[in-house]
């Protein structure tokens, strides 16, 4: 796969910078419009802001562009233009493409799948460069960002799934964070937190200094609760955890606490 148009993390054509506003606006007008689009609305779009009363404006502006990247990019077609490029050739295609196969690979039961594609979309995301402003340009990467909250979801359930729990647990809670309804999300971060607390992994985090842990043990924060208490069940067993039934709102040390009463052994 050789993306040729970036229009994400910059505008460049096979490696090489493109200048000029609207040629930018128009490579994006059209990676908008896959399917192609008139000439009328490129008028419309890439000119939003005074479009002119002549087509012979977008031509020249034409001419241009396929003077950068060639004359097979920009295609002339039913009364309009189109890009004459592969779907594995332009940026935004291929984040869309990745994180469709994230989501597919998930659904069928192969996270180490998703995983490797939405790794590749995650490096696409998150070079997008500037937001700011109007236009196409803009509106390619508004387009890709858009894509960020679903691909998160993907991501941080094909890591709980695929048995990477101390990876997880932090990606799930910030998607649990933003959608708390969402109980498939909910379970997997149950599920990654007791295999991560289990495996002896711990949490940053400190002990308010209102809650006493055992000694040799240290509290284990969990991402989900937003209270701490200072009862608990206390471990048996290194690295067990315990979680209180009812945790209870700190009267000392931070007044919102990541605990809920669960703890890990952090000595034998």
């Known amino acids: 796969m050789t993306i040729e148009l970036r229009l994400l993390d910059g505008v460049s054509y096979a490696g090489e910078p493109l200048a000029g506003a609207r ?8 990676v908008l419009h896959r399917s192609g689009v008139s000439d009328a609305r490129l008028l419309d779009e890439v000119w939003a802001d005074h479009p002119p009363t002549s087509s012979k404006v977008l031509q020249v502006q034409v001419s241009r562009v396929r003077a950068q990247c060639g004359p097979e990019v920009v295609q002339r077609y039913d009364g ?4 004459g490029l592969p779907d594995d050739a332009v940026d935004l295609w291929v984040l869309e493409t990745l994180a469709e196969r994230a989501r597919s690979a998930l659904a069928e039961g192969d996270p180490r799948a998703a995983l490797a594609a939405a790794d590749g979309a995650d490096d696409l995301l998150c070079g997008i460069a500037s ?8 509106d390619v990467r508004r387009r890709g960002l858009a894509l960020g909250p679903a691909l998160a979801r993907t991501h941080a359930l094909a890591l709980g799934r695929a048995g990477r729990d101390a ?47 055992p000694t040799g043990w240290e509290s284990i924060p969990s991402p989900r609760c937003s209270a701490c208490t200072a009862s608990y069940s206390p471990p ?26 669960r703890w890990s052994g952090a000595a034998g």
């Open 236 to 261: 048996t067993t290194r690295s067990a955890a315990a979680c209180a039934t009812t945790p209870t709102t700190c009267s000392v040390g931070p007044t919102t606490w990541p605990g809920c009463g």
């Open 131 to 138: 937001v700011a402003g109007d236009g196409p340009l803009t």
């Open 80 to 83: 309009g233009y189109r890009l």
């Open 23 to 30: 040629s930018a606006d128009l490579l994006a007008a059209l």
């Open 167 to 213: 990876e997880a647990v932090g990606l799930l809670a910030r998607v649990h964070e933003r959608d708390p309804d969402d109980a498939e999300v909910l379970v997997t971060l149950l599920r990654s937190e007791a295999s991560a607390v289990g495996a002896g992994v711990h949490w940053p985090g400190t002990t308010p200094t209102g809650a006493t842990s």
